[in-house]
């Protein structure tokens, strides 16, 4: 079975912190990467994925994450944040078939002071 | 593009009674997806259609739960009878292939059951 590990549940940064969630994996074989966000009362938003090639990803708005196969992680960076970015943030992969199901961490909450 | 439409938005029943959701997909997608997304964790996949057959029912709970997707295109979620335990949010998801590569989420759907 393949999980999805977020460590951090609950993040409390200032305007201007710097920003990185971690993201774990359990699964052995081809993942696809996946970072969603959730601005309240919104649905999903797709912030970043990673397929193939180049392990740094950028994202939008400032996000970029970076996968790290030796230690079945991709976690989410962003140098500095904006109190916009209170949200929820999901990480979720792919077992990289065509079967498009996601499994997702439980979240991370992320609350940014102005 | 139009997004993802689901309703109602909130819903709020008694235990042993039934409930029933409703998806309508992006015009074109092929594959929808029904997730359930209880509070503090991560969304889990129920089901999942290609056009109208399904794909993955396999953590669905088939003693209570049950979809269907007429023509390919919308899809009803139904619950009966409710337990305490399916307050959650159920999120319809679709896309135009089968793989994760054009996931669009709906806001989903608030149950509470009292």
């Known amino acids: 079975a393949q999980s999805v590990s977020q460590h951090n549940h609950h993040v409390i940064l200032s305007e201007a912190a710097s920003l990185e969630l971690g993201c774990n994996y359990s699964?052995?074989?081809?993942?696809?990467l996946f970072w969603y966000v959730q601005y309240p009362g919104q649905h999903l938003q797709l912030l970043l994925k990673?397929?193939?090639?180049?392990?740094l990803v950028k994202g939008i708005k400032g996000f970029e994450a970076e996968f790290i196969k030796s230690k079945f992680s991709f976690n989410l960076r962003k140098p500095s944040v904006q109190w916009s970015d209170t949200a929820e943030y999901f990480c979720a992969i792919d077992r990289g078939s065509t079967l498009g199901r996601l499994y997702f961490g439980r979240g991370t909450q992320l609350t940014v002071w102005p | 593009e139009a997004g993802v439409a689901q309703s109602p938005r909130y819903k709020i029943i008694e235990k042993r009674q039934s409930v029933a959701f409703w998806c309508n997909p992006i015009s074109g997608h092929a594959t929808l997806y029904w997730y359930q997304q209880i509070l503090g964790q991560g969304p889990k996949l129920l089901i999942q259609f290609q056009n109208n057959g399904v794909v993955d029912d396999s953590q669905l709970p088939k003693d209570r739960f049950s979809a269907e997707r007429l023509k390919g295109v919308d899809s009803t979620l139904k619950i009966q009878p409710a337990k305490l335990e399916d307050s959650a949010v159920y999120l319809c998801?679709?896309?135009?292939?089968?793989?994760?590569?054009?996931?669009?989420f709906g806001s989903g759907t608030r149950l509470t059951v009292v």
């Open positions: 990673y397929f193939s090639g180049d392990p």
């Open positions: 699964y052995g074989g081809t993942v696809n």
């Open positions: 998801a679709s896309n135009p292939i089968r793989g994760p590569y054009g996931y669009t």
